[in-house]
């Protein structure tokens, strides 16, 4: 599949991964899924736990300590986590690169008549006010694109992305007709729907190749389980609202959302808008909040009361934001839920276990199926090979921490972002892993060039943020050769559950002040590659 690249035929290419009817884990992942959301709608639907004391201390830690290396390293990385062996982080200050999110996006698609879409029209609500001079939110010059992002950024630059923009233009609207097709064949209405064909693969594969801009929140939540989610919990949103509003947030967790709020998106003039003419950005005249800070303000706030065991954790106000540009704030509360209890559970929560889990799948992926890029990223910073003899993780998931904490928003450019959480709710977190994976691949030659162990966080920061062309890096993840559309939700949860297992037994041994860690045993090679 896709070894020409993701060009339109008329008849669509056919599919070999694990979703091919008659495979196994097709139907395992999808019921697991189901099982999840099922657990989690039936998840703290009583009242909120009482918050009395500061929760904010973590209970454990795990991964690598910190190295007085790293100190003297570039600005971008991200700091420890809480897992990493650092202090306890609950903010999202220098969680992404300095300067706002990094992540230049599609332009404005022409319609299929030729005439092109309003940035209302796109998101299906009103463009914020802004009182005086100030230019409307909506009022989107050519710097930007559709979503309100600059298109220039430090690793893309305006006529790259132009050059790129133009043809994936004409890509967009001969996608937007197909799925309008498939919409017809279902018989389901194609003016803001909100309801999409049942999955199969076929349909997967028009999710891979890309929903349109302006169906995406509508569908992001349908194939997520949102409807089901909404209908079994109408009101309790509102009802966390008022109680936010009457100071049932924590102290800890409502500072620190007040102090990121500002540090959402600073380069989308949704969050952002441009100052009036003659007026410098640098000015300390206060504005009023924008419409969507407003609405993360309040989602954020509904969440951590919502959910005790996480209350607000960095990389949190980045997916709400994204959410909101395109679904209004009670979807987006749901979808935040989904995110953080069935597709990645366990990974913002205090002692960031799940995130350490995760990144523990992915270095063992990357260690079977890419050993020439693991003998370079699997090393102590010191050049030295990396010891098994315990679960901590290589220096070098200080920079992947973000990739799955925040999704990919800061990571990738955000037109490649929104394609992968495209097949993101659609397929479930397999798809980060794929993608991650797609990205090492990617990033191959680069990667085993560097000889500076030092060297290496760098290039591993910079590979995915050049990557504005999402047909590509879906490509190179979904290329019947050489691709990672063979890494199945099964594999992934046995690797989870081993590496739980592993903390678990780590956990005991360090209450019972005995011995030195060890791995969990591996009978075999769980991502080894398909025959």
């Known amino acids: 599949m896709y070894e020409n690249g993701f060009q339109d035929s008329g008849v669509e290419d056919n599919d070999n991964d694990d979703l091919r009817p008659g495979t196994s884990g097709t139907a395992g992942s999808h019921q697991r899924r189901i099982e999840d959301l099922r657990e989690a709608m039936n998840d703290s639907l009583g009242p909120p736990l009482e918050l009395g004391s500061d929760h904010r201390e973590p209970t454990s830690s795990f991964g690598q300590k910190s190295s007085s290396k790293l100190e003297n390293m570039s600005s971008d990385l991200p700091p420890p986590s809480r897992a990493l062996g650092g202090p306890t982080i609950r903010e999202s200050t220098n969680f992404f690169s300095p300067g706002g999110i990094d992540t230049p996006s599609l332009a404005e698609e022409p319609n299929l008549d030729g005439t092109k879409e309003s940035e209302q029209s796109y998101f299906g609500q009103p463009p914020p ?96 389980g949102g409807p089901a989610m909404l209908s079994k919990h109408y009101g309790v949103y509102d009802d966390l609202v008022r109680k936010a509003a009457a100071g049932g947030v924590s102290e800890t967790d409502d500072e620190i959302i007040e102090r ?20 410098t950005g640098d000015s300390h005249q206060t504005e009023p909040e924008t419409p969507i800070l407003q609405s993360l303000r309040r989602v954020l706030r509904a969440f951590s009361i919502y959910n005790p065991k996480i209350g607000y954790c960095q990389s949190l106000n980045f997916i709400a934001g994204l959410l909101l540009l395109f679904m209004n704030e009670e979807k987006s509360f749901w979808m935040l839920n989904i995110i953080t209890r069935v597709y990645l559970p366990g990974t913002h929560e205090l002692n960031l276990e799940g995130a350490n889990v995760d990144l523990g799948v992915l270095m063992s992926a990357v260690k079977d199926m890419m050993p020439q890029v693991w003998a370079k990223i699997g090393g102590e910073l010191d050049g030295s090979p990396f ?36 097949s993101f709710f659609y397929e479930g977190s397999k798809t980060l892993f794929r993608i991650a994976l797609a990205i090492f691949k990617v990033g191959e030659t680069e990667i085993k060039a560097v000889n500076d162990p030092m060297e290496i966080f760098q290039v591993v920061q910079t590979i995915p943020r050049r ?16 691709g990672f559309g063979h890494l199945s939700q099964e594999n992934i949860e046995k690797g989870r559950a081993e590496r739980r297992r592993g903390y678990a037994e780590e956990r005991a041994r360090a209450e019972d002040g005995g011995g030195a860690a060890k791995s969990p045993a591996r009978k075999r090679t769980i991502f080894g590659r398909r025959k």
């Open 260 to 279: 990121d709020l500002n540090r959402t998106f600073p380069d989308n003039v949704k969050f952002k808008p441009d100052p009036p003419e003659g007026q």
């Open 387 to 422: 010891s098994s003899q315990t679960m901590r993780l290589p220096p070098i998931t200080l920079c992947t921490t973000a990739w799955f904490m925040s999704c990919f928003i800061g990571t990738l450019p955000i037109e490649t972002t929104l394609r992968v959480w495209d």
């Open 467 to 482: 990557l504005v062309d999402p047909n590509a890096l879906m490509e190179a993840c979904y290329k019947r050769r050489n």
């Open 129 to 224: 006010s802004r009182p005086g001079k100030r230019r409307a939110a909506s009022d989107i010059d050519a710097t930007r694109d559709r979503y309100g992002f600059r298109k220039k950024t430090q690793h893309v630059s305006l006529a790259e992305y132009e050059a790129w923009n133009s043809p994936y233009t004409e890509y967009l609207a001969r996608r937007r007709k197909k799925w309008v097709a498939l919409l017809k064949d279902n018989g389901l209405i194609t003016d803001h729907p909100d309801r999409f064909p049942p999955k199969s693969v076929k349909v997967k594969r028009f999710v891979r190749k890309g929903i349109p801009p302006d169906w995406r929140g509508a569908a992001w939540f349908y194939y997520a």
